[in-house]
């Protein structure tokens, strides 16, 4: 006859152990007594004991010493108190989280949007979301390409902001806007005299690039090179607001996205078009398989009217009138 090994008794315990028996344990640790741990149970005495005898029998050693009709708990009941306490807790979080849940007061959208537009576009969008719906929570999370793609495509946030062509796997893409690439220069700069700037005028200049490996970086670069234009390239960042930083520090002229460049015109940085298109297009992403929530439609229609008054902005700042100093 096969005897059954220590992993299959193992099993076997921990099949029949049920959430019962762990509630009547912390029941009794709770209230000190059986009898006390029945009234806070709405059971009988007789049951409690039961039970706790059932579990300590299913685990095959006892959780008390029993002496004059009381219980005193001993060490491994004390260790298995604890973890008690945390899986409690934890269950407490689960359930205030789902009522929480049915109270649009309550409510929270998770978003994941490029780092440039959530110093640039987000940060207005939310203030008119927010001013129609002061008790809703938002949680932002910036993330580059194509690890942004990615998540959406896991379906981890309610929604995206992409400047990526493409539409990811189960997700839903809508065009928000579509501007061109700007020129900022230090405030004083010789070529801040011109309302637009040709790519021959970047010819000698200090320039601060963007990263090797972002896409409008290798589209500037191009540029450049298929007119011969040689600038002097000594700084390189991935971000677009360090960019920005440096060259209010005068440390060079650039070429960025317009919420940036819009978003930290003034103390010593202008801003002009060019003669060149690059496109910045901007792309709203939905999750196809995450449960939509009512809050999300209303963030979409923020950012479209957000998006609006940019570019009204962008469009009133570069108008020659206003580019070439008097």
Known sequence: MIQPSSNDLHS?????????????????MTAGSVT???ALLSSSQPTVSRELARLEHLLAYPLFERSQGRLRPNARALALWDEVQISWRGLERVVERAVALGQSQEAQLSVLCLP??????????????????????????????????????????DLGLSEQPGTPVGVQALPLLTL??????????????????????????????????????????QLFAEEGVVRHLHLQTHSAVAVCA????GLGLA?????TALAMAGSGL??????????????????LYRPAMSETQALVQ?????????????????????????
């Open 180 to 221: 061109d690439e700007v020129a900022v220069l230090p405030a004083g700069h010789p070529l801040a005299a011109q309302a637009v700037l040709r790519l021959q005028d970047f010819a000698g200049q200090q320039f601060i690039s963007l990263a090797v490996d972002d896409p409008y970086g290798r589209q500037i670069d």
């Open 302 to 326: 923020c950012l479209q009217a957000q998006a609006q008054e940019v570019t009204a902005a962008l469009h009133r700042l570069l108008e020659p009138s206003s580019a070439v100093p008097h």
């Open 270 to 287: 202008v801003l002009r078009r060019l003669a060149f298109s690059i496109p910045f297009s901007i792309t709203l992403l939905r999750p």
């Open 246 to 249: 440096m060259v209010q520090q």
């Open 255 to 259: 070429i960025v996205n317009p919420f």
């Open 36 to 38: 006390h741990a029945a």
């Open 12 to 28: 076997t315990r921990s099949a029949l152990i049920t959430h019962r028996h762990i509630e009547v344990f912390r029941a009794v």
């Open 116 to 157: 440039a537009l959530a110093h640039a576009l987000l940060p207005g969008a939310m203030a008119r979301l927010l001013q129609a719906q002061p008790h809703l929570r938002v949680s932002i999370t910036p993330q580059e390409s194509p690890l942004l793609e990615e998540w959406m495509s896991a379906q981890r946030f």
